[in-house]
C-alpha cells in the first residue's frame, strides 16, 4: 500500500507540545508524518512548503495555535493568510487542496494531532504520490527527449 | 593587443532584449570600441559555423538571452558554452525563465494542438496541419528541432557564470557589465550583475509608504484612478517590489504601474513567487476566515501575478502532472 510522506510543520508553543502529548498518551497514528519543530506558524515560509514537495513529500501540514492564542499575537494569523494564497498558486500548479492542510491544534489536544496525522495519510492515500519533473541539467540530458 | 570577443545568441524570447542592447544607443559605439562581436544573429550576418570555427574559451563573453524550449537551443547553449571563457544569463527568461515559462502551466503537446489546430488564426479551411519533425525535399532531409516538454532556464541547460536580471535588462546594468567583462574585472562566478536590495529603496514613492499597510481590498490597475505618488501597496495594487531586486530605477512604479518582478528576488531567495506571495499575504488586514478567503480570491491568475517571469526557476518548475490514476494503480493490491 503507498505511504505517503507528510512533512508537518508545528509551532513549539501549541501543536509541537500536542504532538508529544499524543505520544506520552501512547496514541498510535501512521507513521507517514516526519515532523518539523518552528518557533511559530507564522514561522513558515512558503518557501518551506515547496521545499518538501520538491524533495518528496506527498502532503505539508501546518500545526500552529487556535486564533487569538498565538504566544506572538499574530504570527497564527499570517500563516493563515499566507497559506491561503499559497494555496491559491498550487491549484492552479496542478497540486491539490488536500495536499497542503492547516490545523489548529493546543497543547492540550493530543488526539487531535492523531486524529489529523491519519485523516490526511488517508486522503493522500486516495490521492496518490506527487509527481514533480525534475528540471536539473542532468535530467534534461538522461532524458533527452520529450517525457 | 585584439579587442576581447563577445557574442550575442537569443533562445526563447521576445527580442527585447536584444533591442535593449541596441537601447545602449551612443554606448554601443564605446562598447564596440572595447570588443568584437563575433556572433549577434538578429543583428549581423555571422553562422553557426563562425562558431564552430572558434577555439573553445575563445570568446571572452557570450551574452545568451531567452529560456530553453527546444533541442535548437540546447545546441546552440552548448555551443557558445565551450566556446565562451564566461556565459552571461541575459534578462529574465534566460535567468529564471521568463514569461515563456509561463508555458510550463500546459503539457507540450497541448500547446502545439493548440497552436496548430484550434488557433483562430489557423482556421482557414483547410484541414489543420502540424509540422513534421523530419520531412524529405529535392535538396534532401530536413529536420524540425525538437519541442520540449518544459522551458528551463539557461542555468538548468549549461553552466552559467553571470546573470543580468530584467525584462529587458535596464541599460546602464548591460553598459557596466559589458564593460567589466571586457576590461578583464570579473565578479566571483554566480554573480548577479545588479544591486542586492530590494526595488522599494529606490522607488520614489517609498517616502509614501505606510509603516502599517494593512491592504483591505486588492485590486487592479484598470479598476482604480492610480495616485502618481502614493506608494501603490498602500492604493491595494498588488506592486511586488517588496520581493524584487533594484537595479532598474523603478520604471514601472515610476510609470505609474506596480512592478510585475521582472528583476527576480535579491540573493539568498530560492523561490521567488513564495517569497513575493508571503510578502503581499502578509500586508492582508483581514483575521476572518471568510475575509481572508474573499480578499485573496481578488488576486486573479495567482500563478501568473507571483511567477510571470521565474515558474521554471522555481522549485516546483512546471504544474505537476495528474497523479490520482497513477496512485491508484500503485494502491490496489
Redesign the interface.
Known sequence: MFQPKIAAFFCTWCTYTAADLTGISRLEYAPSVRVIRLMCSGRLDPQFVLAAFRHGADGVLVGGCHPGDCHYQQGNHMARRRIELLRAVLRDLGIEDQRLRLEWISASEGEKVQRVCNEMTGELRGLGPLCLDRPQREAAELAGEPR | MTKPKIAFYWCASCGGCEEAVVDLGEDLLAVAELVEVAFWPVALDFKREDVEALDDGELAAAFINGAVRTSEQEEMARLLRRKAAAVVAFGSCAMHGGVPGLAN?HE?RDILHLVYHEAPSVQNGEPPTLPARQSRVAEGELTLP?????V??LG???DVDYYLPGCPPPAGLIASAVTALAGGRLPGKGAVLAPDVALCSECPRAATKPDNLGVQTFRRPHEVLIDPQLCLLAQGLVCLGPATRAGCAAACPGGNMPCTGCMGPTSG???Y???A??A???L?D??D?DE??AR??E?A???GT??RYSL?A???????????????E??A?
Open positions: 502551466l507540450s525538437e519541442f520540449r516538454a518544459s528551463r532556464t538548468q541547460v549549461i531567495v530560492v523561490d513567487g513564495a517569497k506571495l508571503s503581499i499575504a502578509s492582508l483581514a483575521e476566515e481572508i478567503v485573496v480570491a488576486i491568475d495567482p500563478v507571483f511567477y521554471p522555481s522549485l516546483l518548475h512546471r504544474r505537476a502532472r495528474a497523479t490520482a490514476s497513477k496512485g491508484k500503485e494502491v493490491p
